[in-house]
């Protein structure tokens, strides 16, 4: 466990980049810390637990480990960018009540009311007005590409800071005029999204709440203009975010092991090591003669590591992340892995309801594609808490248990069918409310098929089609094939990162075996 990965092995898989791509990736993921800060609160990746060191604790500087934290930011925004299709950077909101946002409140009443007062003036004074008009210049020149040679020509024209000054001076200077072109020019370079926001700005008539409704309108096209940023990237990020964050993280396992991780990856051996012992145990169980007897003197078979991987992965949808670290080379995406888990842990729930009452109900009940989706979607929607500490799976089970009996029933007479009797309800409803129980038979079947279909289409490889939707999983194949995709998709990313390191781990593993 406590050995050391052969770090020259894994250093030649992640150089079949140049360095220029490199530098010009990491160029990219520079200042871009508070663009992370936009993830959840209370992230899994700052909910750690205690870890064994495999060499001793040093002493690191604060600059060594600002530098450190700065290579893990660019890392985890690269990679946020890449996974998530959806990724967006949004405005930073402050709590109402923080002292930040207080003290930034404070700090600009004044400077605004300073503002108001030299504009007061008589003759008004525009030291403070001009410097708005400057830093607006700049915000309008930095939204411009470089086709935009017109219009970079008309901002620098009309906003001259020194000509502006100059008529300032002289008792010349229209502010209005100037603030008519600023509306103007923000409404032909803003998004779609923002014409409300800028065409009220022509509503605002004096002048200190219309320069502060413009910066406000501003910010909000600097957060456009950079998820733009972002979307133009992500082709060429794809194709160089395998090497980089392999790079970055050999370079944290180098430079900063005992900070972030265990210089060995014991996490990533353990997990990989169970993985192994699960496949080798069944495998030899399997193996074994109807009457128990021994399998042959030859062993159980050894698993591909391939196939240790896939099960490997498997394992993270049933992780207890209270208490199990979680291994080091998927740590990023551990929320991920974690919302994964409980969506299936609510499709288990769902189907084993579905199939307990299509298995109860008239044969034909289930073949009636509308009453099916709407059954389907009652159960859902009461299911929608499941994960919440204040919800009682078996409360709201006996709910659904009434209201399914409800349903089934107002189905059975217009479809022709025998009404249910009411021996058949109270069996019904007692055989729903047993789906509570993680133990339950049919529950059990469900979170059996579920994995199986998983591990079928993870070995199928992500570029065939799905595979055939196992017996019982019919109803709530459309939802468990949208996590299939998202679970697949996941996992060959991180094959296609840490590969080199999961190849070292178990060669040294199935060896032993």
């Given at each position: 466990?406590s050995?050391?990965?052969?770090?020259?092995?894994?250093?030649?898989?992640?150089k079949?980049k140049?360095?220029?791509?490199?530098?010009?990736?990491?160029?990219?993921?520079?200042?871009?810390?508070?663009?992370?800060?936009?993830k959840?609160?209370?992230?899994?990746?700052?909910?750690?637990?205690?870890r064994?060191?495999?060499?001793?604790p040093?002493?690191?500087?604060?600059?060594?480990?600002?530098?450190?934290?700065?290579g893990?930011?660019n890392m985890?925004?690269?990679?946020?960018?890449?996974?998530?299709?959806?990724?967006?950077i949004?405005?930073?909101?402050?709590?109402e009540?923080?002292?930040?946002?207080?003290v930034?409140?404070?700090?600009?009443?004044a400077?605004?009311?300073?503002?108001?007062v030299?504009?007061?003036?008589?003759p008004?004074?525009y030291?403070?007005?001009?410097?708005?008009?400057?830093?607006?210049?700049?915000?309008?020149?930095?939204?411009?590409?470089p086709?935009?040679t017109?219009?970079?020509?008309?901002?620098?024209?009309?906003?001259?800071?020194d000509?502006?000054?100059?008529?300032?001076?002289?008792?010349?200077?229209?502010i209005?005029?100037?603030?008519?072109?600023i509306?103007g020019?923000?409404?032909?370079?803003?998004?779609p999204a923002?014409?409300?926001e800028v065409?009220?700005l022509?509503d605002?008539?004096?002048?200190?709440?219309?320069?502060?409704?413009i910066f406000?309108?501003?910010?909000?096209?600097?957060v456009?203009?950079?998820?733009?940023?972002?979307?133009?990237?992500?082709?060429?990020?794809?194709?160089?975010s395998?090497?980089?964050?392999?790079?970055?993280?050999?370079?944290?396992?180098?430079k900063?092991p005992?900070?972030?991780?265990?210089?060995?990856l014991?996490?990533?051996?353990?997990?990989?090591g169970?993985?192994?012992d699960d496949?080798?145990?069944?495998?030899?169980k399997?193996?074994?003669?109807?009457?128990?007897?021994?399998?042959?003197?030859g062993g159980?078979?050894?698993?591909?590591?391939?196939?240790v991987?896939?099960?490997?992965?498997?394992?993270l949808?049933?992780w207890?992340?209270?208490?199990?670290?979680?291994?080091?080379?998927?740590?990023m995406?551990?929320?991920?892995?974690?919302?994964?888990q409980l969506?299936?842990?609510?499709?288990?729930?769902?189907?084993a309801?579905?199939?307990?009452t299509?298995s109860?109900?008239?044969?034909?009940?289930?073949s009636?594609?509308?009453?099916?989706?709407?059954l389907?979607?009652?159960?859902?929607?009461?299911l929608?808490?499941?994960?919440l500490?204040?919800?009682?799976?078996?409360?709201?089970?006996?709910?659904?248990?009434?209201?399914?009996?409800?349903?089934?029933?107002s189905?059975?007479?217009?479809?022709?069918f025998?009404?249910?009797t009411?021996?058949?309800?109270?069996?019904?409803k007692?055989?729903?409310?047993?789906?509570?129980?993680?133990?339950?038979?049919?529950?059990r079947i469900?979170?059996s098929?579920?994995?199986?279909?998983?591990?079928?289409y993870l070995?199928?490889?992500?570029?065939?089609?799905?595979?055939t939707?196992?017996?019982g999983?019919?109803?709530v194949?459309?939802e468990?094939?949208?996590?299939?995709?998202?679970?697949?998709?996941?996992?060959?990313?991180?094959?296609?990162?840490f590969?080199?390191?999961?190849?070292?781990?178990?060669?040294?593993?199935?060896?032993r075996?």
């Open positions: 466990m050995e050391n990965l052969e770090k020259s092995n894994i250093n030649e898989a992640g079949s140049s360095n220029d791509s490199e530098q010009g990736l990491e160029d990219a993921m520079e200042g871009s810390d508070e663009a992370l800060q936009k959840k609160p209370g992230s899994p990746s700052t909910q750690r637990v205690q064994p060191h495999s060499s001793p040093r002493f690191v500087t604060v600059e060594e480990l600002l530098e450190t934290a700065k893990v930011t985890a925004l690269a990679h946020e960018i890449v996974v998530n299709g959806d990724f967006q949004k405005p930073v909101e402050l709590p009540d923080s002292l930040e946002k207080k930034k409140e404070i700090v600009h009443k400077f605004w009311d300073c503002l108001s030299q504009l007061s003036e008589d008004p004074t030291d403070h007005a001009i410097k708005l008009l400057g830093e607006i210049k700049e915000t309008l020149l930095s939204f411009l590409l086709g935009h017109r219009l970079r020509n008309q901002i620098t024209e009309v906003l001259d800071l000509l502006i000054k100059q008529e300032a001076e002289n008792g010349a200077l229209d209005s005029k100037l603030v008519e072109f509306i020019m923000m409404a032909t370079l803003c998004a923002r014409d409300e065409k009220k022509k605002v008539k004096e002048i200190v709440p219309l320069f502060r409704a406000s309108v501003l910010d909000l096209m600097k456009d203009m950079a998820n733009f940023a972002v979307s133009s990237i992500r082709p060429h990020l794809m194709q160089q395998v090497e980089y964050e392999r790079k970055k993280f050999q370079e944290l396992l180098e900063q005992t900070l972030f991780f265990t210089d060995s014991d996490f990533v051996t353990q997990w990989l169970e993985a192994a496949l080798m145990h069944q495998t030899y399997n193996a074994l003669p109807a009457g128990g007897g021994a399998a042959g003197s159980s078979p050894t698993p591909s590591p391939i196939a991987q896939n099960h490997a992965y498997l394992k949808l049933k207890d992340h209270l208490q199990q670290p979680f291994p080091e080379t998927v740590l995406d551990q929320a991920r892995f974690q919302e994964l969506q299936l842990e609510h499709l288990t729930v769902l189907g309801v579905l199939l307990v299509f109860m109900a008239a044969s034909g009940v289930s009636q594609a509308t009453f099916a989706e709407k389907k979607m009652i159960v859902k929607i009461l929608t808490d499941m994960h500490p204040s919800f009682h799976l078996k409360d709201a089970l006996t709910t659904i248990g009434e209201k399914v009996c409800l349903e089934v029933s189905c059975l007479s217009p479809c022709g025998t009404p249910f009411t021996d058949k309800e109270i069996v019904l007692g055989q729903i409310q047993a789906v509570a129980s993680p133990d339950n038979p049919i529950r469900m979170d098929r579920i994995l199986t279909f998983l591990e079928t070995a199928s490889g992500h570029e065939k089609a799905l595979p939707i196992p017996g999983l019919g109803p194949h459309k468990l094939e949208e996590v299939a995709i998202k679970f697949v998709r996941l996992v060959n990313y991180n094959k296609m990162v590969s080199p390191y999961y190849d070292a781990v178990l060669s040294k593993i199935l060896v075996s």
